[in-house]
């Protein structure tokens, strides 16, 4: 089998480090079995969360939804894209017309990366307690999906859809994580992926829709421990 896993929410908590525990045991999975990890963060980002060792026990690691693809430390495949100024004017319109307090905003709403964009109202700055009250409101007044849809409607060329828990992630058309099947996994039958974002908007709904249909399984998990959990159930060897 080979196993394709998302990062954030899915193997560790959202833009945290990887638990100590599942860690371990997940390192041992990475050594016994063919894994890929497929992420909307950077490489820097990733290796973070996961370590070093478990980034590059991955036979490949698609960052930035797949827009610059790392073999260990050697960069084998890249794709930039320039975000439209219209995009960027439009974006800062709607945080001027956000209810989220600015008084919690942290900085870094805009974040340019290889052949996408992230867009926070809250910033990719932001502490643990000003992710919790982002979280919460955004629950409430579902202003991601609001700017997502909107996005969709008004840019054509380009797709929005809800990255993390306070992201967007931005790209064209195409660039999202599902682009990975094409490049390497043609046939999914022996494929299992792992998402905590599958449903529709979601960053990885495209994706697990494209395992499925090339006939292998998509798993929508809440956090690492139902990941965890799932893999144990499966009696995958380690």
């Not at 370590?51 to 036979?59: D, F, Q």
């Not at 209810?99 to 932001?126: M, Q, T, Y």
Request: net charge negative.
């Amino acid at each position: 089998m080979r196993y394709i896993f998302d990062v954030d929410g899915t193997l560790t908590p959202s833009r945290q480090r990887i638990d100590q525990g599942f860690e371990k045991y997940f390192m041992d999975f990475c050594e016994d079995n063919e894994v890929y990890f497929v992420t909307g963060s950077d490489r820097k980002k990733t290796i973070e969360q996961l370590g070093e060792e478990i980034y590059n026990r991955a036979v490949r690691v698609y960052n930035c939804s797949g827009n610059s693809v790392w073999e260990k430390d050697e960069l084998v495949h890249a794709k930039h894209w320039e975000a439209p100024s219209e995009l960027i004017d439009f974006l800062i319109k709607r945080m001027r017309m956000t209810l989220f307090d600015p008084k919690d905003w942290a900085g870094n709403h805009i974040e340019h990366r290889p052949g996408c964009l992230n867009f926070s109202v809250v910033g990719r700055n932001a502490d643990w307690f000003h992710r919790q009250k982002y979280i919460a409101y955004d629950e409430m007044y579902h202003e991601r999906t609001n700017i997502a849809n909107d996005i969709n409607f008004m840019f054509t060329d380009l797709h929005a859809s809800i990255g993390g828990e306070t992201g967007i992630d931005i790209y064209p058309k195409g660039w999202d994580k599902s682009q990975v099947l094409k490049m390497h996994f043609e046939d999914c039958s022996d494929v299992c992926f792992f998402g905590d974002k599958i449903e529709e908007g979601g960053n990885d709904h495209t994706i697990a829709e494209g395992v499925i249909e090339r006939g292998g399984q998509a798993f929508a998990v809440t956090d690492f421990y139902d990941t965890w959990d799932t893999l144990l159930a499966l009696k995958t060897p380690v």
